[in-house]
């Protein structure tokens, strides 16, 4: 009887999660989908909404990419789409041809985190330094005030798309990542490859664990130009505007959505993009 209820209480809770929509609810269903590195931020922010909206069932559907929520989305198969990076042209012609028009929503920032092997000498880049090693025009370390030392470049491969796109899109202005960096299957990957790789340099997202005293990684702090002071990489300083390597996130919608779907996303906006920890029961 004890395992039934647990089991009970798991299904309840992943309904409740935006796994499933409840069978029972005859309310407002509003569907939700795209970038998966948005759906914990997303999904949590649901509960809080749909604890103060009872007739409202918010569905987050997880294991997603941002190009598959932005095409559902079109395709009038959901409501609204996550995305972590803007609308791209294909997509808003897309979207022409059905007729609609899509609104983009800003709900906040994230960052994007440089880190390297703890042994490197260098704790500080400016973005044009960080474009020139991961376009492979700076190759070496001594280049940057580093050893003479090769730079080994490892990048995110398709379980982080988003993220690949708004780094060669926003930070390299368009410029594709160099062809010798190696690529990782996902972060996690790409922190442990660095830690053991000597010269070694990547991105990661600010919500990867960061590197601790003992580590053998380290964040490397950025300026804006040569000019400016180095920041090191933090809500804080993200929420400041002072870490030049933020990461702007959205939502999308149709113009013509419905009021319960504009409450929604007015309520996640109205939260931004910081901890993803809420009261919510």
């Known amino acids: 009887m004890k395992k039934i209820l647990i089991v009970a209480l798991i299904i309840a809770a992943f309904s409740i999660a935006g ?5 029972a609810h005859t309310g407002v269903l509003i569907k939700v989908t795209g970038a998966d590195s948005m759906w914990a931020r997303i999904r949590s922010l649901a509960l809080v909404y749909m604890k103060n909206h009872p007739d409202v069932d918010v569905v987050v559907y997880r294991n997603s990419l941002v190009d598959e929520g932005m095409k559902a989305l079109i395709a009038g198969q959901i409501d609204v789409a996550m995305a ?9 012609e897309a979207a022409k041809v059905k007729g609609l028009q899509l609104e983009e929503h800003l709900i906040g920032y994230g960052g994007i985190v440089i880190v390297t092997d703890k ?3 260098v704790d500080e880049l400016s973005v044009d330094q960080v474009r020139k090693i991961f376009t492979g025009e700076i190759i070496n370390w001594k ?10 470049v490892f990048k995110s491969g398709e379980k982080h798309p988003g993220t690949l796109f708004f780094v060669e899109n926003d930070i390299l202005g368009g410029v594709p990542i160099t062809k010798s960096a ?14 053991v790789t000597a010269g070694s340099i990547a991105y990661v997202r600010m919500r990867e664990p960061f590197p601790r005293p003992s580590a053998r990684t380290k964040s490397l702090k950025i300026k804006r130009d040569a000019l400016s ?23 999308y919608t149709v113009a013509d959505a419905g009021k319960e779907v504009r409450s929604f996303v007015d309520f996640v906006a109205s939260q931004g993009w910081g901890s993803q920890l809420f009261d919510l029961f």
Do not use: C, W
Request: charge should be positive; proline fraction near 14%.
């Open 19 to 23: 796994g499933l929509p409840s069978a």
């Open 84 to 92: 972590s990076r803007k609308i791209t042209a294909q997509e808003s």
């Open 119 to 121: 042994q490197n000498p």
């Open 143 to 152: 280049d940057v005030n580093g050893h003479d030392q090769a730079i080994t």
């Open 182 to 195: 190696i690529t990782m299957p996902d972060f996690p990957a790409i922190i442990k490859e660095v830690a």
């Open 229 to 251: 002071p180095p920041v090191r990489p933090s809500r804080a300083t993200i929420a400041n505007e002072t870490y030049p390597l933020r990461r702007p996130y959205y939502l």
